[in-house]
């Protein structure tokens, strides 16, 4: 293997598959990263056995070839090289890196030891605007919990409808329900799976700030997501996940259809409101709200027998029954810091009723928390 | 007591003070703050009985007293309110905090269990500007290191003469010494103690971006630093500190007075290629210099059994002896961090001796690193 890259790139392309590279320390070859010398393009790949990446990039190949370099020391590396061409050479089982004043061997496996990463080119795929799809999938992936005991609920639940994606989170005292209308109706029959949480977050680290369109490719145990070359119909990147197994729970059931109380609050004095009520909460969190739909607001208490007592007010537009009725302040505050408009709805259902809180203006998300029953 | 003031300039005095607030499990006292409403001044105070600080605002008192105030909640809830005026009032032995939407009582205690901070306003002092006295001692504070078995080590050495403050630190294996010139002669005697690294952080945290000057009192066991208002001359801030029992060791010895090899060398790339080195040294850190001042040049050098070797070259203006010699990459790492010249002078006296690295340019700091001798 010979080739000619140039820093920045090789940089940008080592910080991407680094973050997949593992390290295990019962399997020590999955802490490297492939570097394969294809015809025309420099491919670096790596695996933790449930996320596989590679990566592609435009270099001069003047020798294929490939072999496995560990993935710490290598990125480090490269990215303290000034921006400047960087020659690449295998000689023995070692990787050479030459630039004009320095030198390197870094001690490297041959590539025949590194696991085999599938790719899933063929069969149904759909392909979406990438910035607003890592937007979508991070207003839920924060909702889910690693559970042993529920492996279902630890990931996110995609639907892919016609028209319309579905993804959702639970944790089993909230959930989170996000919708990706489509305007040209998908060419699919319908397909629904759980992805690790993990790779929701590898995806939106790596996918988020990239200008671009993502294709997604379905099969029954994996899914691959695929970032095209802007130039060229050469992928950029590829991203494959295991699926996660099982059935996900029929959570529309827990999403109340009315209310019997509504408020319409302002969402950053909300937020701060119950921030500072959460100083003076007790070991489960409790924060009071006694609702006043007379007077339109909200008082908001709190009470910890050894900090003090806390109490605020908050005005907005509220319907329905007065209530009183508390919330883990953690549940509360997650649901508003994944809603951006500057209003939100609060709807609630008595004080053992779920409550669902709602952009204002925006149909596509919604969070439902549990309140903390009285005692 | 009794007090209005805005939560902006509070929220600036608590973030100060709570800095010494120490987290004792065994003196829970020391977590408060001690607030002090006198005549129209509002005081904080704190202390970890190695620290103690006082911090001064103008304040709107309508009824004098005191009161000690669990640090973190006070501070944090204070950080979350808008910036609107705060009434502070103590009811019982609680602190009541009132703005316009918000009322809260914090469990507190009353002032008399709080320690007494002592001040030092009479006898000698000095005047200095603020800013460029923190930098100066932010290039040595990081060398000291905490050592029970040598203590007199572990704080800064500060020497005060007629026209010179020296600050100097070691870890036994190198040494920073920092000169600040005065042009007005000092109204002193002389005066040297050993300042503990802790207050030493502080100061520059602390101190190091405000404008204006900070008087230093001297007495046996304790120092002073204060810092005045703008407007009055009342103090605005006063951080007393305990110093460090023991003699300091007479390090000018160790500086070596000659050279035998003396490089002029790009201070960024001369960084920046030890730091690629020490990604390939060893356990003991080693990095290898091969000098050659036939050909003005230096060959970096560095091998790892495991991981490979690494080879780079740096130009540079070089008289003298040439030269192998090895140094611990982390110690001239810190070195070049403490010198912002574009170039650097290192000073060496063979394989065994100590080296200096120097500013170009600036006689007012020095360096001192000894390398790794051959095995």
């Not at 969402?267 to 100083?279: D, M, P, V």
């Given at each position: 293997m010979k080739v000619e890259i140039l820093q920045e790139k090789l940089k940008e392309g080592l910080g991407i598959v680094e973050r997949v590279a593992s390290k295990s320390l019962t399997l020590p070859i999955l802490n490297n990263i492939l570097v394969n010398a294809e015809k025309n393009f420099l491919n670096l790949a790596a695996t933790d056995l449930e996320i596989g990446i590679k990566w592609w990039a435009l270099a001069k190949i003047e020798k294929t070839g490939k072999i496995t370099v560990p993935a710490r020391v290598f990125s480090n590396f490269i990215s303290f090289l000034p921006n400047k061409k960087v020659?690449?050479?295998?000689?023995?089982?070692?990787?050479?890196?030459?630039?004009?004043?320095?030198?390197?061997?870094?001690?490297?496996?041959?590539?025949?030891?590194?696991?085999?990463?599938?790719?899933?080119?063929?069969?149904?795929?759909?392909?979406?605007?990438?910035?607003?799809?890592?937007?979508?999938?991070?207003?839920?992936?924060?909702?889910?919990?690693?559970?042993?005991?529920?492996?279902?609920?630890?990931?996110?639940?995609?639907?892919?409808?016609?028209?319309?994606?579905?993804?959702?989170?639970?944790?089993?005292?909230?959930?989170?329900?996000?919708?990706?209308?489509?305007?040209?109706p998908l060419d699919t029959k319908g397909y629904s799976f759980i992805l690790p949480q993990k790779t929701?977050?590898?995806?939106?680290?790596?996918?988020?700030?990239?200008?671009?369109?993502?294709?997604?490719?379905?099969?029954?145990?994996?899914?691959?997501?695929?970032?095209?070359?802007?130039?060229?119909?050469?992928?950029?990147?590829?991203?494959?996940?295991?699926?996660?197994?099982?059935?996900?729970?029929?959570?529309?059931?827990?999403?109340?259809?009315?209310?019997?109380?509504?408020?319409?609050?302002?969402?950053?004095?909300?937020?701060?409101?119950?921030?500072?009520?959460?100083?003076?909460?007790?070991?489960?969190?409790?924060?009071?709200?006694?609702?006043?739909?007379?007077?339109?607001?909200?008082?908001?208490?709190?009470?910890?027998?050894?900090?003090?007592?806390?109490?605020?007010n908050l005005g907005g537009k509220i319907k329905g029954q007065p209530l009183e009725i508390s919330f883990n302040h953690r549940f509360l505050i997650d649901g508003l810091l994944n809603i951006k408009s500057s209003e939100v709805i609060l709807e609630l259902n008595g004080e053992g009723g779920p409550g669902v809180l709602k952009p204002v203006g925006d149909p596509s998300y919604i969070y439902v928390v549990m309140p903390i029953k009285a005692s």
């Open positions: 020659d690449l050479e295998t000689i023995d089982t070692s990787l050479k890196i030459s630039t004009e004043n320095y030198t390197t061997q870094i001690k490297s496996f041959s590539a025949d030891d590194f696991p085999i990463i599938p790719t899933l080119t063929e069969g149904e795929f759909i392909s979406l605007e990438n910035i607003s799809f890592c937007q979508s999938l991070n207003q839920v992936v924060d909702i889910a919990i690693p559970s042993t005991a529920r492996p279902e609920i630890s990931g996110v639940y995609f639907l892919f409808q016609k028209d319309l994606i579905v993804m959702a989170t639970t944790d089993s005292f909230r959930l989170g329900e996000k919708k990706i209308f489509i305007e040209n929701a977050r590898e995806i939106i680290n790596i996918f988020g700030e990239k200008k671009g369109n993502l294709k997604i490719y379905f099969s029954p145990n994996q899914v691959m997501f695929e970032f095209l070359m802007a130039e060229t119909p050469h992928p950029q990147l590829q991203l494959i996940s295991r699926l996660i197994e099982g059935e996900y729970p029929n959570y529309q059931e827990i999403i109340p259809k009315k209310f019997e109380t509504q408020l319409i609050l302002p969402r950053n004095e909300f937020l701060n409101q119950i921030k500072l009520a959460s100083l003076f909460s007790g070991k489960i969190n409790e924060v009071k709200f006694k609702i006043d739909s007379k007077n339109q607001k909200v008082e908001i208490f709190s009470q910890n027998p050894e900090l003090g007592e806390y109490q605020s």
